[in-house]
């Protein structure tokens, strides 16, 4: 079965930080990203990881989030430090290609 779970969203407050992941399977584990998409607006992209860990980011995170990979457990990883409200947001993972999109995880920042 292909799917994609995200987990670990939830309320933090500002300035806080939150790891999510992202466990794959029926897929093989290439490239994968995170997106979001917050009330009102376009789904966007917030990190990319490539089969080979090469990662870029939207200029609106880098410096405040990570993007990681373990192969060895099909997961991929977003560590979101210095959280704005305005990162709040539902966070997808989905494969390169786009082809496989997880059901989302809410993410809150809020006081």
């Known amino acids: 079965q292909v799917q994609l779970v995200e987990s670990g969203g939830g309320l933090v407050q500002p300035g806080g930080s939150l790891r999510l992941s992202c466990a794959a399977s029926?897929?093989?584990?290439?490239?994968m990203g995170w997106y979001r998409q917050a009330p009102g607006k376009e789904r966007e992209l917030v990190a990319r990881?490539?089969?080979?860990?090469?990662?870029n980011y939207a200029d609106s995170v880098k410096g405040r989030f990570t993007i990681s990979r373990d192969n060895a457990k099909n997961t991929v990883y977003l560590q979101m430090n210095s959280l704005k409200s305005e990162d709040t947001a539902v966070y997808y993972c989905a494969t390169w290609s786009g082809s496989v999109w997880g059901q989302g995880t809410q993410v809150t920042v809020s006081s």
């Open positions: 990881i490539s089969t080979g860990g090469i990662t």
């Open positions: 029926g897929i093989i584990f290439n490239g």
